[in-house]
């Protein structure tokens, strides 16, 4: 398998919001093979669809303990907060320190196209609300005050280089 390209920031695709799936058939399942191909080709732990070019609501994920593949992931329930510097794929070189909640229940379709409903902690929940940000057009940029996009803008390699990339 050929890695595909991952689309980078700013490119527009990164901004839309992705398309619910309203069946998760063969090809759903073949981009989500891809998607976990291409995220670990690069060395990530979790990927969503407008990462590789395609909004809709797919997001892959592999913290270690197997392989997670949800089509419309949606947030049902969080619980406590905590920091983490997060890198990611579609933004190299940049490493922004989110505030999230620790433990989340998430809600979506496997990958047999059956919903499911998750608890996730600790690494597993930030990564889930990472991609699920990218569903929404939404980026570890979008995080940093304006004095630090502003820095960013004007001195893009001066990011700090992330240890997990999303
Ligand atoms: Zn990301």
């Given at each position: ?6 689309s ?6 990164l901004r839309k919001?992705c ?27 979790g990927l969503a669809a407008p990462q ?5 609501n797919?997001i ?28 990611c794929?579609s ?39 990472h991609e699920i940000d990218h569903l929404n057009g939404r980026l570890i ?25 999303l």
């Amino acid at each position: 398998m050929e890695p595909l390209k991952i689309s980078k920031y700013p490119n527009g695709i990164l901004r839309k919001k992705c398309a619910s799936v309203e069946r998760v058939a063969d090809s759903e399942r073949k981009l989500f093979e891809e998607m976990l191909f291409a995220m670990r080709h690069f060395a990530g732990i979790g990927l969503a669809a407008p990462q590789i070019g395609i909004a809709r609501n797919l997001i892959v994920a592999d913290i270690g303990e197997g392989a997670v593949r949800l089509a419309n992931p949606a947030i049902v329930e969080t619980k406590g907060s905590g920091k983490m510097e997060e890198g990611c794929l579609s933004v190299p070189g940049v490493g922004v320190v989110i505030d999230r909640p620790e433990e989340i229940v998430v809600k979506g379709l496997n990958e047999k196209g059956r919903v499911v409903e998750w608890k996730a902690r600790g690494l597993l929940a930030r990564v889930l609300q990472h991609e699920i940000d990218h569903l929404n057009g939404r980026l570890i940029v979008d995080y940093l005050n304006l004095l630090e996009r502003l820095r960013l803008r004007l001195h893009p390699r001066k990011g700090r280089r992330a240890d997990a990339h999303l």
